[in-house]
């Protein structure tokens, strides 16, 4: 049973937005990330929304691995392509205005794409496609990250947890949206486990001596450390396809970072030569396409959703009543949290505190308190 605390989505927006302006992010920059941000928790993917809040953008901002105001330089352009340079600023601010100028590309020529390097982290890849989705088009997305994960048959961090998403329109009330890593469990979820207090499952991270490991914290230390490395999908070797997780963690981490020129692999580490804290430099990739250019929109999601009601119809299995497809599970989240608001543990009640009384911002009372 989930007995947390849940404060209002409006009361949450405008407390990111006023935090994030004190920590120097230009407010229209600032309503950006808290729309990303609590998109998360509005999907409930809670392992990007109000828990990554401070750790991964104040705290960044705070040890200058991290700049809160983007100055996004548009490296290259073309009809159909754009290249940017994000300079190390809010990987999301960069992200929405890639998308939003690859979408009206898209609208003219069929397709579009493009790339960023010097970037940090967008939030959830599963974002920008839907942006492309709420406008009638496909987008897919995919990020690199410090490196986290290690390849089959080996026990190093190399890549990143590195997302592919796709997002498609259909006749339904909601998108074909598959947002994941590539990886069995990216670093969020285990940061999760690690403030819910929970076990992580054995099999999706191994230490150094190809052993599984099961305690978040100690993860998350030796993650650091360069001692343990989550596994690809599929886990541990080939028998269950673990190699077909690490193919695909493999071509983000290419598209990535060669189509931007970025760098890659140990590179992203966030760590200098003198093992100080480093700007990341990350890479993104976005891809719009325009099912009119096509057999038109309406076939294009008329036959997207007859594909996932077929696909739901199914017969089941033993013990199991439902079939789910891709994004309906986050829509579902959305219908059940959109009037409670958004669900907070403990240690996010002691960071609305902290933040609140550190930024000077006595207006806000929260429903805890």
Same mark, same amino acid.
Request: glycine share 12%; charged share 30%; proline share 5%.
């Given at each position: 049973m989930d007995d947390r605390i849940c404060i209002d989505w409006n009361l949450m927006n405008d407390f990111i937005i006023d935090v994030f302006e004190k920590y120097g992010v230009p407010r229209e920059d600032a309503a950006i990330c808290a729309d990303v941000l609590l998109e998360s928790d509005r999907r409930g993917i809670e392992s990007h929304g109000m828990n990554r809040f401070k750790p991964i953008y104040l705290d960044r901002i705070k040890n200058k691995t991290l700049l809160p105001v983007t100055n996004i330089e548009i490296v290259k352009e073309t009809p159909t392509t754009v290249v940017m340079n994000a300079n190390n600023g809010m990987g999301m601010v960069a992200s929405h205005k890639m998308m939003t100028m690859l979408i009206e590309k898209a609208k003219t020529c069929g397709m579009a794409g493009g790339s960023i390097f010097n970037s940090t982290h967008y939030g959830i890849a599963g974002y920008w496609s839907t942006m492309a989705a709420k406008e009638g088009l496909i987008g897919i997305t995919g990020t690199n990250a410090r490196p986290s994960v290690a390849p089959t048959f080996g026990v190093e961090p190399m890549m990143g947890t590195n997302p592919l998403t796709f997002t498609m329109p259909t006749d339904e009330e909601f998108p074909f949206n598959f947002d994941c890593a590539t990886c069995i469990m990216q670093n969020?979820?285990?940061?999760?486990?690690?403030r819910m207090g929970k076990t992580v499952p054995e099999g999706c991270v191994t230490d150094e001596n190809g052993n599984t490991m099961t305690d978040p914290n100690k993860i998350l &230390?030796?993650?650091?450390?360069?001692?343990?490395?989550?596994? %690809?999908?599929?886990? %541990? *070797?080939?028998e269950n396809g673990g190699y077909k997780g690490y193919g695909f963690t493999t071509v983000v981490e290419i598209l990535s970072a060669a189509l931007s020129g970025g760098p890659f692999l140990k590179a992203l580490s966030g760590i200098d030569e003198n093992g100080k804290p480093d700007m990341y430099?990350? *890479?993104?990739?976005?891809?719009?396409?325009? %099912? @009119?250019?096509?057999?038109?929109?309406?076939?294009?999601?008329?036959?997207? *959703? @007859?594909?996932?009601?077929?696909?739901?119809?199914?017969? &089941?299995?033993e013990g199991h009543d439902k079939i789910y497809t891709a994004g309906e599970k986050e829509y579902l989240s959305w219908l059940e949290r959109q009037k409670k608001g958004v669900p907070v543990g403990e240690t996010i009640k002691k960071e609305l505190v902290q933040l609140r009384d550190e930024c000077g911002l006595t207006q806000y009372r929260f429903p805890f308190e």
């Open positions: 969020g979820k285990i940061e999760f486990y690690d &230390k030796d993650m650091r450390a360069g001692k343990a490395a989550l596994l %690809p999908l599929g886990g %541990p *070797g080939e430099r990350l *890479g993104h990739f976005f891809f719009v396409i325009n %099912p @009119e250019f096509f057999m038109g929109l309406d076939t294009f999601k008329k036959t997207a *959703g @007859e594909i996932l009601r077929q696909l739901r119809a199914s017969k &089941k299995a």
